[in-house]
């Protein structure tokens, strides 16, 4: 009975956001998108350098580029009236001109479900999972630039619980001055990351659920421009086009995904996104659906530079994201929201 109770929970867990995400392996949340502004540019942002704390969620390189301290928090709201709800939170740091260290710490309520008998409900239990993690990141002489992630997986789903190590690698390649405009600087990143590399899940005694394990590559094309605002002194215009392919290599149900934005930046103060992805079957006879989901995203951005606009000494940026998704599956959309706090250290 303990089994059948804890396979149901399981079963409902692992299908959070949709229920054609669930599969053979465990800790699924770890492979959910996380970031309001990577998610409002079809949550594609593997080779995004410098994109924030949360950079490492998607790549662990992806933090190299990261100035001064960052302190970010996102917050995921349920489609399913406070139940799987997400939070998140990440710290980065600067320990030298090219290298970067953060921590983050992500948590997925899944809600209560009920237990049952024969004889009908007999209660409920809670159940919730969380990642806490560390990363490094250096920036190197040749283009490139390395990371890895380091952490801990805990899972609770009612009556069970399991533990996991993993590990996250990731690189991104960066090309400067890459079909440049006079009036702007162009960069493209080609970026890849390989995570959830570990240990599996162990709910019941000599059986292990292996873990998402998770690839990533994509690119992304940044062009700014060289003039700048007489008000605030950042580039008056800045834009940023991202592609992204996803593979879940373990996976018994053949998944993958794209995901493509583009975001456009005005005075260095405010963003503009929009998105869109797909989700595929990887072999066709695994699924009578040629496309198992389809989403479109958008979002916004407010960069509010302290030092810039109030004339303080204080060198602290506010970023404030929100981005927007429409999933086919659903009739509404959900939404999620960042708050990040940079504070350059000369």
């Not at 951005?301 to 302290?306: F, Q, R």
Request: with cysteine.
């Amino acid at each position: 009975m303990r089994k059948i109770v804890f396979l149901f929970i399981a079963a409902i867990c692992s299908g959070f956001v949709n229920p054609a995400h669930a599969q053979n392996t465990s800790a699924l949340f770890v492979t959910q998108s996380l970031g309001a502004r990577a998610v409002a540019v079809g949550e594609s942002y593997v080779a995004v350098n410098g994109g924030g704390a949360y950079a490492q969620y998607w790549n662990p390189s992806g933090i190299a580029g990261n100035t001064g301290l960052q302190v970010a928090y996102t917050h995921k709201p349920s489609l399913f009236r406070d139940v799987f709800n997400y939070e998140y939170f990440a710290a980065s740091y600067p320990i030298s001109g090219k290298s970067n260290i953060a921590a983050a710490y992500n948590y997925v309520d899944f809600g209560r479900q009920s237990t049952f008998t024969s004889s009908g409900v007999v209660g409920s239990v809670h159940s919730f999972s969380y990642v806490a993690s560390v990363s490094y990141a250096r920036q190197m002489a040749s283009g490139f630039a390395a990371g890895v992630t380091v952490k801990l997986i805990s899972q609770e789903l009612g009556i069970a619980d399991a533990q996991s190590w993993a590990a996250d690698f990731g690189l991104i390649y960066t090309i400067h001055d890459f079909v440049s405009p006079k009036s702007s600087l162009g960069q493209l990143n080609l970026g890849a990351s390989l995570s959830n590399l570990g240990q599996g899940a162990e709910f019941i005694p000599n059986q292990i659920d292996p873990l998402s394990r998770l690839l990533r590559l994509g690119m992304a094309y940044e062009l700014i421009s060289k003039k700048h605002s007489l008000d605030t002194g950042l580039p008056l215009w800045a834009g940023l086009v991202t592609f992204e392919y996803q593979n879940i290599l373990n996976s018994d149900q053949n998944i993958w995904k794209w995901g493509l934005g583009a975001e456009l930046k005005l005075f260095g103060v405010f963003a503009g996104r929009i998105g869109f992805y797909e989700r595929h079957p990887k072999i066709r006879q695994t699924s009578s659906k040629k496309i198992l989901e389809r989403g479109t995203t958008f979002g916004f951005g407010a960069i509010i530079p302290i030092a810039k606009l109030f004339e303080t000494t204080t060198p602290m940026t506010f970023h404030l994201d929100y981005a927007s998704v429409k999933v086919n599956s659903f009739a509404t959309r959900y939404d999620m929201f960042t708050l990040l706090m940079e504070l350059r250290i000369d």
